[in-house]
């Protein structure tokens, strides 16, 4: 029997990405309409494979190498292309790194797929340097015939996108980010101490993880009622590691075994943390609000976007450990003045960051691909 749904293909690089990133949304999209349409998952070869699998998702195992040599490159493109050309897809929905740029490449030979990118940030941040700024705007505007709809987490990168001509208007869709509130469920019960912050960010360069061992150093200066928990992988590990030993850290900060149970992590904390040098609208922030924590941030793109300063949370500059390290002092200091911010964390996330309103977009986009006519795009599908 002949399957007449649509079928979709969303393309992550690894495999822990799509399962923290994709599938739960992917999942409900099939739920939501099922008969009309089918959600796939593309990703490299991990153990979340399984655990998406056992959950009923049909998973696209294929090996997209995170590195931009160029004979990397084309081995990834030449898997994304078999894949699509098996499984018959109607449309690509393609995620921000190698897919995003492996992916649009391929478009320039296949006007037959709908082809749809997701920028999770453009990086185009405060500490681009102009070379980079310059090389990063002309790749863009080379791809931008490319898709039929780019999604933008963030209104900063839309303007940046008017701003520089990356992309026409109708191309543009604004659709955020969010989380299945249902899954994180604040509990406001006073925590015994020490104050224990939470980061989730992989350990590599854009996650920023000197400047919170630098501001802890200073922190323990004043306190040692405190602890830090970092979750995350990457190749940086051990480098983060040896530094927690050189700076005597040790008993203070703890790297957490890496776990998908995310809302238990959240409830093991007090006070959520994000020092990256860009983002797109981060869900390590999204996350622990929805759980009731406050959080800071660095007053970087993105992460500016998903918090509202001294109400549900503090921004703090990206070069100053000393700025950090009293933020961090003044949540040991006021428990209750804290509890309160991550009651309204917690409605900010309600309010703004469902996920329920992604889906609603998504599945309107979807079902569109097998038109000729794109739909309205821009802020009013917000």
Known sequence: MKDNRLKILEVC????????????????????????MRVDVLCSAGSEVALMQEQGMNVVVETMHRSLNPLQLAR??????????????????????????????????DSKTVWIYQSHGYSIAENTGSLARKAYILIEKVLKKTVRYSLFQLR??????RE???????????LGNGVNLNRFVPDFTPRQTPTTFGMVARFEPIKNHA????????LTKKTHDFKVK????????????????QKGLADVVEI??????????????DVGLLTSFAEGIPRALIEPMASGKPVICTDV???????????????????????????????????EQRQQMGKAAHEHAKQQFSEERILDILGDLYLSCTNSTPIETGEATA
Request: proline content about 3%; hydrophobic content about 45%; aromatic content about 10%.
């Open 230 to 245: 970092l979750i995350g992988q990457g190749y940086l590990q051990a480098e983060v590691i040896a530094a927690i030993q």
């Open 156 to 161: 900063e990168d839309m303007e940046l996108a």
């Open 76 to 109: 990834s493109a030449w898997n994304l292309r078999r894949a699509i050309k098996h499984g018959g897809y109607d449309a690509v929905h393609l995620h921000f790194g190698i897919p995003g740029l492996v992916g649009r490449f391929l478009a320039f030979f």
């Open 301 to 335: 793109k993105g992460s500016r976007e998903a918090i509202i300063d001294q109400k549900t949370g503090f921004k703090t500059p990206i070069d100053s450990p000393q700025a950090l390290a009293e933020h961090m002092h003044w949540f040991i200091k006021n428990p």
């Open 164 to 174: 520089h001509q990356l992309l026409n208007e109708s191309q543009m869709v604004f």
């Open 211 to 218: 400047l919170l061992l630098n501001a802890v150093e200073l």
């Open 13 to 36: 690089t690894v495999s822990s990405s799509a399962y923290a990133l994709v599938f739960h949304r992917a999942h409900a999209l099939n739920q939501r309409h099922a008969g009309k």
């Open 256 to 269: 957490v075994e890496y776990s998908n149970d995310m809302p238990a992590f959240y409830q093991s904390i």
